[in-house]
T-cell receptor, first 115, second 115 residues
Framework: DTGVSQDPRHKITKRGQNVTFRCDPI?????LYWYRQTLGQGPEFLTY????????KSRLLSDRFSAERPKGSFSTLEIQRTEQGDSAMYLC?????????????FGPGTRLTVT | SQQGEEDPQALSIQEGENATMNCSYK?????LQWYRQNSGRGLVHLIL?????REKHSGRLRVTLDTSKKSSSLLITASRAADTASYFC???????????????FGTGTQLKVEL
């Protein structure tokens, strides 16, 4: 257990539905990252926050995806109008980058299946 | 997009043998990190090596970094069955404030350690 938690762990949804995932980082970590991983591939970056500010978004993140970190603590990732291609493992990570500690600690992931 | 390429894609060894995995990348980095992932689970941080370091040890792990060749290697000595997992290298590009930016992962090496 790295101290990063994600909820839910599994989500099955029908195409066209909206889904929201939550990530709780390690409490003193100021940076929070979202990645997506499909079978047989390494994780791909989606977006990251420093405190409540969203610093970077990947071009993978279409308009259907939105992420927030309202108080600089937990974060949510919402996917609107899900498509079958959104089926993947969504991983959250956090780091203490403001103290030059760049290791990222990952949560267990949320596995999304779109039917 | 995946920046790194791990080599080999798959490796099968006997318990007690050493395992070596290689990683190549394309851009300038602040640091390079290695992660382990057991089947269908989250990533576990193994070791971080900064761009000004050439070698680092942690327990049975030894990591080398050659920035002139944009490559790294991970050596696991005296392997155990519990080391069976996928191993990923991930690069943290040099940013305005140093590291702690998005990680760009390779495609991974699947290691199987047999009894």
């Amino acid at each position: 257990d790295t101290g990063v938690s994600q909820d839910p762990r599994h989500k099955i949804t029908k195409r066209g539905q909206n889904v929201t995932f939550r990530c709780d980082p390690i409490s003193e970590h100021n940076r929070l990252y979202w990645y997506r991983q499909t079978l047989g591939q390494g994780p791909e970056f989606l977006t990251y926050f420093q405190n409540e500010a969203q610093l970077e978004k990947s071009r993978l993140l279409s308009d259907r995806f939105s992420a927030e970190r309202p108080k600089g603590s937990f974060s949510t990732l919402e996917i609107q109008r899900t498509e079958q291609g959104d089926s993947a493992m969504y991983l959250c990570a956090s780091s203490l980058a403001d103290r030059a500690s760049y290791e990222q600690y990952f949560g267990p992931g949320t596995r999304l299946t779109v039917t | 997009s995946q920046q790194g390429e791990e080599d080999p894609q798959a490796l099968s060894i006997q318990e007690g043998e050493n395992a070596t995995m290689n990683c190549s990348y394309k851009t300038s980095i602040n640091n390079l990190q290695w992660y382990r992932q057991n089947s269908g689970r989250g990533l576990v941080h193994l070791i971080l090596i900064r761009s000004n370091e050439r070698e680092k040890h942690s327990g049975r792990l030894r990591v080398t970094l050659d920035t002139s060749k944009k490559s790294s290697s991970l050596l696991i000595t005296a392997s155990r069955a519990a080391d069976t997992a996928s191993y990923f290298c991930a690069t943290d590009a040099e940013g305005v404030t140093g590291g702690g930016n998005k990680l760009t992962f390779g495609t991974g090496t699947q290691l199987k350690v047999e009894l």
